[in-house]
């Protein structure tokens, strides 16, 4: 059984441009939560996708957008980048997540914007 | 609005010491509370889920507790080890809801 997966692990990106970050769910999974961690900040929830579609959303603007795919991996993608969307981007899986299923959480994808 | 709070923000102790950190939530509506370790630029890895309905959890060198009606956790850590220096995080979720909400952790550092 594999865990929950993240690529790439490190990103420098430049204000205003666009950014596509991935997550594969541990096997059996049909949930991906997706968080931002600003440095020395607990995570804070961006959204979440239950098989395939959007099921919540934290306090993000609109350009933060997400995708699961069939097989319920996901991506989060964030357009017109700023530098306060430098941080730590984490993933997590669980089984059934919407009904309380415990989270697993991937390594992360640290986004630094210049 | 559900609000995490951690306390003390950074813990620093001797090798072999036995230790508490706090985390109160002002929602005491919560489906179960979570304590995460995370080390300096990775991922969360999970120490201790505690389900509403319980009252401690234990693993090991690791006692959670959960007082829901006073909206507190403590996270127990018994004869500490250097290895155990890390950022501890806790986490609620509430009733029907689908998202963690997050303290801001605890860094803890164990002096050899």
């Known amino acids: 059984e594999t865990g929950v997966t993240q690529s790439p692990t490190h990103l420098i990106k430049t204000r205003g441009q666009q950014v596509t970050l991935r997550c594969s769910s541990q096997?059996?999974?049909?949930?991906v939560s997706w968080y931002q961690q600003a440095l020395g900040q607990g995570p804070q929830f961006i959204f979440q996708y239950y098989r395939e579609e959007e099921n919540g959303r934290g306090n993000f603007p609109p350009r933060f957008s997400g995708l699961q795919f069939p097989n319920y991996s996901s991506e989060l993608n964030v357009n017109a980048l700023e530098l306060d969307d430098s941080a730590l981007y984490l993933c997590?899986?669980?089984?059934?997540?919407?009904?309380?299923?415990?989270?697993?959480f991937g390594p992360g994808t640290r986004l630094t914007v210049t | 609005k559900q609000e995490v709070t951690q306390i003390p923000a950074a813990l620093s102790v001797p090798e072999g010491e036995n230790l508490v950190l706090n985390c109160s939530f002002t929602d005491s509506a919560i489906y179960n509370l979570q304590w995460f370790r995370q080390d300096p630029g990775k991922g969360l890895t999970s120490l201790l889920l505690i389900q509403s309905s319980q009252r401690e959890q234990t693993s090991g060198r690791l006692n959670a507790s959960l007082d829901k009606s006073s909206g507190r956790s403590t996270l127990y850590i018994a004869a500490s080890q250097p290895g155990d220096s890390a950022t501890y995080l806790c986490?609620?979720?509430?009733?029907?809801?689908?998202?963690?909400?997050f303290g801001a952790g605890t860094i803890l550092r164990v002096k050899s």
């Open positions: 986490a609620v979720r509430r009733m029907g809801g689908n998202k963690l909400v």
């Open positions: 096997s059996g999974h049909n949930t």
């Open positions: 997590a899986s669980s089984l059934n997540g919407r009904f309380g299923g415990e989270q697993y």
